[in-house]
Nanobody, 120 residues
Framework: VKLVESGGGSVHAGGSLRLSCTGPGYTFSSYAMSWVRQAPGKELERISSITNGGVSTVYADSVKGRFTISRDNAKNMLYLQLTRLKTEDTAMYYC??????????????WGQGTQVTVSS
């Protein structure tokens, strides 16, 4: 059982990307999911989370209004739409599975990450 991210890349400031995360091998729809990023020399930052059914979402202030999290449980897919990217969004982006259907708990599974690099 593992998570696999894709969709990262290099873009100019103001550009957009769409990250994807697939989670085969378990009941994807039972668990809340998050996107977490880590910039060089900085701590992990949870940037967005979504409940197992996709009804409730939450965003860090740093990305609110620019990023959108979504999921398609029929396809075992999690997405993060990144728009109006800034240089400070440069980081490794990870998807992570929570321990339950709500995103208040800890993480039980991580992906390997996908790199997002934003240049000025």
């Amino acid at each position: 059982v593992k998570l696999v991210e894709s969709g990262g890349g290099s873009v100019h400031a103001g550009g957009s990307l769409r990250l994807s995360c697939t989670g085969p091998g378990y009941t994807f729809s039972s668990y809340a999911m998050s996107w977490v990023r880590q910039a060089p020399g900085k701590e992990l930052e949870r940037i967005s989370s979504i409940t197992n059914g996709g009804v409730s979402t939450v965003y860090a202030d740093s990305v609110k209004g620019r990023f959108t999290i979504s999921r398609d449980n029929a396809k075992n897919m999690l997405y993060l739409q990144l728009t109006r990217l800034k240089t400070e969004d440069t980081a490794m982006y990870y998807c992570a599975r929570h321990n339950s259907g709500y995103y208040s708990g800890g993480y039980s599974l991580w992906g390997q990450g996908t790199q997002v690099t934003v240049s000025s």
